[in-house]
């Protein structure tokens, strides 16, 4: 069974600040792929990155970047020089091996609301 | 191209009422995955579904609750007897099919049961 563990329920930073969200999984595949959605107070779930098991490499863009670690089953988010508008609840999902039909159903951690104060 | 489109976005029910809700996928896309999302809570899924096949309603409550995913026309998520715990956002997702992509999300629809 696939889990995935955000512990951190809320962070709160203030504009400017650097901001790491945790995201910690377990699964016994091999194969599998982690991702993190944003959805801002409009409600909307926004897709932001998508990494599979083999790729170990670190992604940044722009001031987000991701690092994943299969050695301590992580996959953290961090926003450089936060803003306002980065205000939202983030949730991190682990889709494992293939399930029936062949494709792969996301399963999502609580979520880690990030209020930015000006 | 459209993305994941859900209708409607506000849905207000009595109890004891159907609600119907509508997920029209991307175009291309073949799998549709129907999540729910209680007031403070994470995403937990629900059904998965390929055109005219449900392949894993495990999260699907067993009474009430059904799906569809017809040739044509939206994909379907049906709460027969709402009562107020029915209350949450319903979020639909598509995704093209066999092999991993991420699955696009519509906006959900905010059931509430008054």
């Known amino acids: 069974a696939q889990k995935v563990t955000q512990a951190q329920t809320e962070i709160s930073v203030v504009e400017k600040e650097d901001v790491t969200l945790d995201c910690v999984y377990e699964t016994r595949d091999t194969t599998y792929y982690l991702f993190w959605y944003k959805q801002p107070p409009s409600g909307e779930l926004v897709f932001l990155i998508r990494?599979?098991?083999?790729?170990?490499q670190n992604e940044i863009s722009g001031r987000y970047s991701w690092n994943f670690q299969k050695s301590t089953s992580s996959f953290n988010f961090t926003i450089t020089a936060s803003q306002v508008v980065d205000s939202a609840v983030y949730f991190c999902?682990?889709?494992?091996?293939?399930?029936?039909?062949?494709?792969?159903?996301?399963?999502f951690g609580r979520g880690t609301s990030l209020i930015v104060h000006p | 191209n459209a993305g994941v489109m859900q209708n409607p976005r506000h849905l207000v029910r009595r109890r004891g009422q159907e609600a119907r809700l509508r997920c029209s996928p991307m175009k291309g896309h073949s799998h549709v995955y129907w999540y729910r999302q209680l007031p403070e809570e994470g995403l937990k899924f629900m059904v998965y579904l390929q055109k005219e096949n449900i392949i894993d309603e495990s999260g699907m409550p067993k009474e009430r609750f059904s799906a569809e995913f017809p040739k044509e026309g939206p994909s379907i998520l049906r709460i027969q007897q709402v009562v107020r715990g029915d209350s949450a956002a319903y979020f639909c997702?598509?995704?093209?099919?066999?092999?991993?992509?991420?699955?696009?999300f519509g906006q959900g629809t905010r059931l509430t049961v008054v």
């Open positions: 990494r599979n098991s083999f790729d170990e």
């Open positions: 997702a598509s995704s093209p099919g066999a092999g991993n992509t991420e699955a696009f």
């Open positions: 999902a682990l889709s494992e091996g293939l399930g029936a039909g062949g494709s792969y159903i996301p399963t």
